[in-house]
Structures are given as C-alpha cells and as structure tokens.
T-cell receptor
C-alpha cells in the first residue's frame, strides 16, 4: 500500500520567516495530495490540495509543489504568523478502489511560529 | 450548519465494557470513515463506508466494528475495549471518496480505556 513519509517532525521559525514541510510517497499511481492543519485540541482541516496533473498551487501565503518524478510534494508557508502554529499533515491518495480511495497520512509536522 | 458531529467527546471506560461512539453528518455525504490519532503516528484509518450498507476495513480495523444503516450515521463499536485502544478518534465524511472531494472531520472523541 501507499506509504507517506513527512519531514521534519517539528519545525520552529521566527514570525515572518518561511516554513517548508516535505513529504514523499511510494505509490506512483497516487494522484491527490491534500494538506491538513490541526490546531491544538481541534479537528484537522483541509488548507490546500493538489492533483497529479498540476505542479504547483498557491493560495495567498500557502503553496504546494508536486514533483511526480521524484514522488515528493511540499508545503510552503511564507510570512509566517503565530496563528500558523499547528500540526500539519500531508496525505496521498492512490486511485485504488480496493482501499476505498483512502487517504494515507504522514505522521505530522508540529510547526511553532515564535513572535 | 453543515457539520460532522461525534458523541461522546470524552469517554473513560474500563477494559471489556462495550461502547459505541456515534458519528452523524448532515451534508448527504456518501463516504464516511473513522480514524484514530496517536502521538507520532498521525491519522490511521480504521474503517470506511462508501455508502449505505457498504463498509470495509482500513489500516487498523482490529478490535472495532462499524455499521452504516443510514446515510447520515456511521457508529464505531468497540465490543471489548482494551487499553491499546486509548486514543483520539475522528469521524470524517465527504461527498464521494476523499481523493475526489474534501473530507470534513468531526470534533474528535478522546477515549481512555483503563
């Protein structure tokens, strides 16, 4: 099955700096790559996603890039703010009906933005 | 308001005492799933349901059961809970499988099994 590796597990940046979180996946058939943000004590929420026919997607301060050849994708947050502090999860979904088109999550990155 | 609800939000129980965690969504979503979240392990899928009366195992189904008798409800059943099932549980739903549509998570249920 699909295996998603996420790095780093923790990341601390100064307010205003950029943060980058990287994920690799194993199944070359995976075609959907969402990123979820989970604030302390809250539920995960989708912040951005990308499909395999697109190399990059941007939404204000957040961007995701995908390299299908290398099987990795990254989340970029620019001009970080303290409210960006949270745990971020990447996920990959292979188009496999036997697995219910399930999302396979990385283990998460705890991002801390210090003022 | 469109939402996924779970009950209870917190539960402390003892080994072997059957329990059910309810999940309900009001968005007419076909796909529902259960995850458990453990420190350092991320989110792992327990069971999923593609539609009414259609359920299947995820990555960590041992010790759990589910049912999908109605489209809106997807309860998680622990017939004989054990301490290794102490975890944070999330129910999630999407219009179709999550590779096609955004998946919405419930607020979570923190379960402690003594």
């Amino acid at each position: 099955g699909e295996n998603v590796e996420q790095h780093p597990s923790t990341l601390s940046v100064q307010e205003g700096d950029s943060a980058v979180i990287k994920c690799t996946y194993s199944d070359s058939a995976s075609n959907y790559f969402p990123w979820y943000k989970q604030e302390l004590g809250k539920r995960p929420q989708l912040i951005i996603d990308i499909r395999s026919n697109v190399g990059e997607k941007k939404d204000q301060r957040i961007a995701v890039t995908l390299n299908k050849t290398a099987k990795h994708f990254s989340l970029h947050i620019t001009e970080t703010q303290p409210e960006d502090s949270a745990v971020y999860f990447c996920a990959a979904s292979p188009p496999n009906s036997n697995s219910g088109y399930a999302l396979n999550f990385g283990k998460g990155t705890s991002l801390l933005v210090t003022p | 308001e469109a939402q996924v609800t779970q009950n209870p939000r917190y539960l402390i129980t003892v080994t072997g005492k059957k329990l059910t965690v309810t999940c309900s969504q009001n968005m007419n979503h076909e796909y529902m799933s259960w995850y458990r979240q453990d420190p350092g392990l991320g989110l792992r899928q327990i069971y999923y349901s593609m539609n009414v009366e259609v359920t299947d195992k995820g990555d960590v189904p041992e010790g759990y059961k589910v049912s999908r008798k109605e489209k809106r409800n997807f309860p998680l059943i622990l017939e004989s809970p054990s301490p290794n099932q102490t975890s944070l549980y999330f129910c999630a739903s999407s219009l179709r499988p999550p590779s096609y549509n955004e998946q919405f998570f419930g607020p979570g249920t923190r379960l402690t099994v003594l």
